[in-house]
T-cell receptor, first 112, second 111 residues
Framework: DAGVIQSPRHEVTEMGQEVTLRCKPISGHDYLFWYRQTMMRGLELLIYFNNNVPIDDSGMPEDRFSAKMPNASFSTLKIQPSEPRDSAVYFC??????????FGPGTRLTVL | GENVEQHPSTLSVQEGDSAVIKCTYSDSASNYFPWYKQELGKRPQLIIDIRSNVGEKKDQRIAVTLNKTAKHFSLHITETQPEDSAVYFCAANVEGGKLIFGQGTELSVKP
Protein backbone atom coordinates (compact mmCIF):
# COMPACT_ATOMS: atom_id res chain seq x y z
CA ASP A 1 0.00 0.00 0.00
CA ALA A 2 1.22 3.52 -0.81
CA GLY A 3 0.14 4.89 2.54
CA VAL A 4 -2.15 7.86 3.05
CA ILE A 5 -2.14 10.09 -0.02
CA GLN A 6 -2.84 13.81 0.10
CA SER A 7 -3.10 16.39 -2.64
CA PRO A 8 -2.01 18.96 -3.36
CA ARG A 9 1.25 18.99 -1.38
CA HIS A 10 1.45 22.75 -1.55
CA GLU A 11 -1.26 25.30 -2.17
CA VAL A 12 -0.87 29.05 -2.44
CA THR A 13 -4.06 31.04 -2.85
CA GLU A 14 -5.43 34.48 -2.28
CA MET A 15 -7.76 35.50 0.49
CA GLY A 16 -11.38 34.83 -0.41
CA GLN A 17 -10.67 31.92 -2.73
CA GLU A 18 -12.04 28.42 -2.20
CA VAL A 19 -9.51 25.74 -1.25
CA THR A 20 -10.10 22.00 -1.49
CA LEU A 21 -7.73 19.50 0.10
CA ARG A 22 -7.95 15.84 -0.79
CA CYS A 23 -7.11 12.61 1.00
CA LYS A 24 -7.04 8.94 0.13
CA PRO A 25 -6.77 6.75 3.25
CA ILE A 26 -5.05 3.39 3.47
CA SER A 27 -7.26 0.68 2.04
CA GLY A 28 -9.18 -1.16 4.75
CA HIS A 29 -8.91 1.57 7.34
CA ASP A 30 -12.24 2.59 8.85
CA TYR A 31 -11.22 5.85 10.54
CA LEU A 32 -10.13 9.05 8.82
CA PHE A 33 -8.90 12.15 10.61
CA TRP A 34 -8.18 15.72 9.47
CA TYR A 35 -5.63 17.71 11.50
CA ARG A 36 -4.25 21.22 11.23
CA GLN A 37 -0.75 22.03 12.46
CA THR A 38 0.60 25.49 13.26
CA MET A 39 3.43 26.71 15.47
CA MET A 40 1.01 28.53 17.75
CA ARG A 41 -1.64 25.83 18.26
CA GLY A 42 0.26 22.63 17.59
CA LEU A 43 -1.58 19.63 16.15
CA GLU A 44 -5.36 20.18 16.22
CA LEU A 45 -7.99 17.61 15.30
CA LEU A 46 -10.54 19.25 13.01
CA ILE A 47 -12.92 16.38 12.23
CA TYR A 48 -12.94 12.62 11.98
CA PHE A 49 -14.99 9.96 10.26
CA ASN A 50 -15.78 6.35 11.07
CA ASN A 51 -17.00 4.21 8.17
CA ASN A 52 -17.48 7.41 6.12
CA VAL A 53 -19.74 8.99 8.76
CA PRO A 54 -18.60 12.19 10.52
CA ILE A 55 -18.29 11.46 14.24
CA ASP A 56 -16.93 14.64 15.75
CA ASP A 57 -16.54 17.98 14.00
CA SER A 58 -16.11 20.06 17.15
CA GLY A 59 -12.62 21.02 16.06
CA MET A 60 -13.75 22.68 12.84
CA PRO A 61 -12.97 26.33 13.51
CA GLU A 62 -15.77 28.02 11.59
CA ASP A 63 -18.55 27.49 9.11
CA ARG A 64 -16.03 28.31 6.40
CA PHE A 65 -14.63 24.82 6.91
CA SER A 66 -16.43 21.71 5.69
CA ALA A 67 -15.43 18.09 5.16
CA LYS A 68 -16.93 15.16 3.31
CA MET A 69 -16.21 11.50 2.88
CA PRO A 70 -18.36 10.23 0.01
CA ASN A 71 -16.77 6.76 0.08
CA ALA A 72 -14.21 4.70 1.95
CA SER A 73 -11.33 5.79 -0.28
CA PHE A 74 -11.74 9.54 -0.53
CA SER A 75 -12.24 12.60 1.65
CA THR A 76 -12.12 16.34 1.10
CA LEU A 77 -11.62 19.31 3.37
CA LYS A 78 -12.89 22.57 1.94
CA ILE A 79 -12.31 26.13 3.08
CA GLN A 80 -14.57 28.78 1.58
CA PRO A 81 -13.71 31.62 1.70
CA SER A 82 -10.10 31.23 2.76
CA GLU A 83 -8.35 33.72 5.07
CA PRO A 84 -4.65 34.33 5.84
CA ARG A 85 -5.10 32.81 9.32
CA ASP A 86 -5.98 29.50 7.68
CA SER A 87 -2.34 29.17 6.58
CA ALA A 88 -1.05 25.93 8.10
CA VAL A 89 -0.09 22.36 7.30
CA TYR A 90 -3.14 20.13 7.00
CA PHE A 91 -2.66 16.43 7.67
CA CYS A 92 -4.97 13.57 6.90
CA UNK A 93 -4.53 10.34 8.88
CA UNK A 94 -6.25 6.97 8.82
CA UNK A 95 -6.41 3.99 11.14
CA UNK A 96 -8.04 0.62 11.54
CA UNK A 97 -10.28 0.56 14.61
CA UNK A 98 -8.39 2.15 17.52
CA UNK A 99 -4.98 1.26 16.23
CA UNK A 100 -2.06 3.28 14.96
CA UNK A 101 -2.91 6.41 13.03
CA UNK A 102 -0.94 6.73 9.81
CA PHE A 103 -0.40 10.28 8.64
CA GLY A 104 -0.25 11.51 5.08
CA PRO A 105 2.53 13.84 3.90
CA GLY A 106 0.41 16.92 4.55
CA THR A 107 -0.70 19.89 2.49
CA ARG A 108 1.08 23.17 3.17
CA LEU A 109 -1.51 25.90 2.64
CA THR A 110 -0.56 29.54 2.28
CA VAL A 111 -3.32 32.13 2.00
CA LEU A 112 -2.08 35.55 0.89
CA GLY B 1 -12.54 18.11 29.28
CA GLU B 2 -10.16 15.68 27.62
CA ASN B 3 -6.60 16.89 27.88
CA VAL B 4 -2.99 15.71 27.52
CA GLU B 5 -0.22 17.78 29.06
CA GLN B 6 3.34 17.27 27.83
CA HIS B 7 6.61 18.47 29.37
CA PRO B 8 9.10 19.85 28.68
CA SER B 9 8.34 21.88 25.56
CA THR B 10 12.02 21.94 24.62
CA LEU B 11 14.85 19.62 25.63
CA SER B 12 18.52 19.84 24.76
CA VAL B 13 20.92 16.99 25.52
CA GLN B 14 24.44 15.98 24.60
CA GLU B 15 24.91 13.06 22.27
CA GLY B 16 25.00 9.85 24.28
CA ASP B 17 22.91 11.20 27.15
CA SER B 18 19.36 10.07 27.93
CA ALA B 19 16.22 12.09 27.26
CA VAL B 20 12.91 11.81 29.12
CA ILE B 21 9.59 13.34 28.06
CA LYS B 22 6.57 13.17 30.34
CA CYS B 23 2.83 13.33 29.68
CA THR B 24 -0.27 13.33 31.84
CA TYR B 25 -3.80 12.62 30.67
CA SER B 26 -7.21 13.40 32.09
CA ASP B 27 -9.55 10.68 30.80
CA SER B 28 -9.36 7.65 33.09
CA ALA B 29 -10.89 5.52 30.32
CA SER B 30 -7.90 6.06 28.02
CA ASN B 31 -6.16 2.76 27.28
CA TYR B 32 -3.88 3.46 24.29
CA PHE B 33 -0.86 5.78 24.43
CA PRO B 34 1.20 6.30 21.27
CA TRP B 35 4.29 8.43 20.76
CA TYR B 36 4.97 10.12 17.45
CA LYS B 37 8.20 11.62 16.11
CA GLN B 38 8.04 14.46 13.61
CA GLU B 39 11.17 15.56 11.79
CA LEU B 40 11.31 19.03 10.30
CA GLY B 41 9.03 19.29 7.29
CA LYS B 42 7.84 15.69 7.60
CA ARG B 43 4.74 13.91 8.83
CA PRO B 44 4.35 12.56 12.38
CA GLN B 45 5.33 8.88 12.54
CA LEU B 46 4.65 6.38 15.30
CA ILE B 47 7.77 5.28 17.14
CA ILE B 48 6.30 3.30 20.03
CA ASP B 49 2.96 2.78 21.73
CA ILE B 50 1.68 1.15 24.89
CA ARG B 51 -1.67 -0.18 26.01
CA SER B 52 -2.98 -0.06 29.53
CA ASN B 53 -2.50 -3.75 30.22
CA VAL B 54 1.29 -3.28 30.47
CA GLY B 55 3.45 -0.91 32.48
CA GLU B 56 6.50 -0.72 30.25
CA LYS B 57 7.52 -1.41 26.68
CA LYS B 58 10.96 -1.23 25.09
CA ASP B 59 12.21 -1.11 21.53
CA GLN B 60 15.99 -0.84 21.27
CA ARG B 61 16.93 2.63 22.58
CA ILE B 62 13.42 3.82 23.29
CA ALA B 63 11.05 2.82 26.07
CA VAL B 64 7.70 3.97 27.36
CA THR B 65 6.40 3.61 30.89
CA LEU B 66 2.79 3.96 32.01
CA ASN B 67 1.35 4.66 35.45
CA LYS B 68 -2.43 4.32 35.15
CA THR B 69 -3.08 5.22 38.77
CA ALA B 70 -1.33 8.55 38.40
CA LYS B 71 -2.45 8.94 34.78
CA HIS B 72 0.95 9.66 33.39
CA PHE B 73 3.30 8.08 30.89
CA SER B 74 6.84 8.82 29.78
CA LEU B 75 9.15 8.34 26.82
CA HIS B 76 12.75 7.43 27.51
CA ILE B 77 15.47 7.62 24.85
CA THR B 78 18.88 6.28 25.80
CA GLU B 79 22.23 6.86 24.07
CA THR B 80 20.79 9.75 22.10
CA GLN B 81 22.10 10.47 18.61
CA PRO B 82 21.85 13.61 16.46
CA GLU B 83 19.24 11.88 14.28
CA ASP B 84 16.96 11.70 17.34
CA SER B 85 16.55 15.48 17.04
CA ALA B 86 12.87 16.11 16.22
CA VAL B 87 9.55 17.07 17.78
CA TYR B 88 7.97 14.29 19.82
CA PHE B 89 4.23 14.09 20.53
CA CYS B 90 2.48 11.94 23.08
CA ALA B 91 -1.20 11.09 22.75
CA ALA B 92 -4.00 9.27 24.53
CA ASN B 93 -7.15 7.78 23.08
CA VAL B 94 -10.62 8.82 24.18
CA GLU B 95 -14.11 7.49 23.58
CA GLY B 96 -15.08 7.48 19.93
CA GLY B 97 -11.70 6.46 18.56
CA LYS B 98 -9.84 9.76 18.45
CA LEU B 99 -6.48 10.71 19.92
CA ILE B 100 -5.76 13.73 22.07
CA PHE B 101 -2.22 14.96 21.41
CA GLY B 102 0.17 16.75 23.73
CA GLN B 103 1.70 20.04 22.64
CA GLY B 104 4.98 18.44 21.58
CA THR B 105 8.58 18.44 22.81
CA GLU B 106 11.35 19.75 20.60
CA LEU B 107 14.37 17.55 21.29
CA SER B 108 17.81 18.75 20.25
CA VAL B 109 20.76 16.35 20.48
CA LYS B 110 24.07 18.18 20.28
CA PRO B 111 27.05 16.27 18.87
Amino acid sequence: DAGVIQSPRHEVTEMGQEVTLRCKPISGHDYLFWYRQTMMRGLELLIYFNNNVPIDDSGMPEDRFSAKMPNASFSTLKIQPSEPRDSAVYFCASSFSDGEQFFGPGTRLTVL
Amino acid sequence: GENVEQHPSTLSVQEGDSAVIKCTYSDSASNYFPWYKQELGKRPQLIIDIRSNVGEKKDQRIAVTLNKTAKHFSLHITETQPEDSAVYFCAANVEGGKLIFGQGTELSVKP
